[in-house]
């Protein structure tokens, strides 16, 4: 009876510590953080990597645009995270299109390396009739570090890239409505990669002095403090994406822990169990032997 209750309490240590350890990820909004209160969603996209329209997680941005247009989009996404986007495309009237045509969402990171879907319909086909299409993409969970080597996403900037691959050439120039989400999930696990790289967050205007406005002939300062990366003060210099407000380790948790408790409880009662089993029956109302006894 003593081992099976100390099963049934390591049990309940072991369900605590998991319903603790996962509260996080569940207390997040839809698919994960919302955008900043009060920020108005984007109304156009970008044409290109460098023209990308920044977007926060949660915001569904809308863009205007012709069929065959490349429409770009970039956003952030912290180390212990999960990426999804979703696109919605309203398609021209039926009576001026010629044809299927087949839409294709692509998501890269701030390498501007192409990172594949672990789920989603990134490409669709949409028959001549339909008035809508639907694409989407939920990425790996992005790492803290990884070898030169792999393609693993990293933690910083995330492009998204929506455009039609295959039409007729007769409705190129459509004018279409576009809706794009991108949400993230907290999966954990931020701290589980055994190393850290810098965010990977391109810089919009690379080799512009800080304070120093594009195309002018002004001096930069010459004291001590010009030298300063303008990252240390403040992110002078515009990147592609802002820093989330948890930074980019995506807050304090880390699915390590979990199974650091369940190990341990694990452990324990296997030695408790062990105990049990070598110690042997103890037969009832044995004298006890030693000095002052009648044996």
């Known amino acids: 009876m003593r081992a099976l209750r100390t099963l049934g309490a390591a049990l309940t240590v072991c ?38 329209t920044e977007i926060e997680p949660g915001q569904r941005a809308t863009a205007t645009a012709s069929t065959g247009d490349y429409l770009y989009w970039v956003f952030p ?14 398609l021209p009237d039926v009576s001026s299109r010629h044809g299927s045509a087949t839409w294709q969402l692509d998501v890269y990171d701030g390498l501007r390396r192409h990172q594949p879907c672990a789920s989603g319909t990134p490409t669709r086909r949409a028959a001549q009739r339909d008035q809508t299409v639907t694409v ?7 790492r803290s570090w990884s070898e030169r080597w792999a393609n693993d996403p990293l933690q910083g900037a995330y492009y998204v890239r929506l455009t039609v691959v295959d039409l007729p050439a007769q409705d190129l120039g459509l004018p279409i409505d576009a809706e794009v989400e991108a949400s993230v999930r907290d999966a954990g696990g931020a701290h589980a990669d055994g190393g850290d790289v810098t965010p990977l967050n391109p810089v919009l205007r690379a080799g512009t ?7 002018t002939d002004a001096e930069p300062p010459d004291d001590d403090t010009a030298s300063d990366s303008a990252d240390d003060k403040g992110g002078k210099v515009p990147h592609a994406v802002a820093e989330p407000e948890d930074g ?21 009662l296997a030695g408790v169990g062990g105990y049990t089993l070598t110690r042997g029956p103890r037969a009832p109302g044995r004298p006890p032997i030693g000095p002052g006894s009648d044996i």
Do not use: Y
Request: proline fraction near 6%; aromatic fraction near 8%; include cysteine.
């Open 77 to 90: 996404a912290a180390a212990g995270q999960v990426p999804k986007v979703e696109a919605e495309l309203k």
């Open 15 to 52: 369900a605590a510590a998991w319903l603790t350890a996962a509260a996080p990820a569940a207390a997040d909004g839809k698919d994960g953080t919302d955008g900043k209160s009060g920020t108005e969603a984007p109304t156009e996209a970008g044409t290109g990597f460098r023209t990308a």
């Open 248 to 268: 980019w380790g995506s807050g304090w948790w880390s699915d390590r822990w979990v199974w650091t408790v369940i190990g341990a409880a694990l452990a324990a």
């Open 136 to 142: 989407s993409c939920t990425l790996r969970q992005v």
């Open 209 to 215: 002095a800080p304070g120093t406005a594009p195309g």
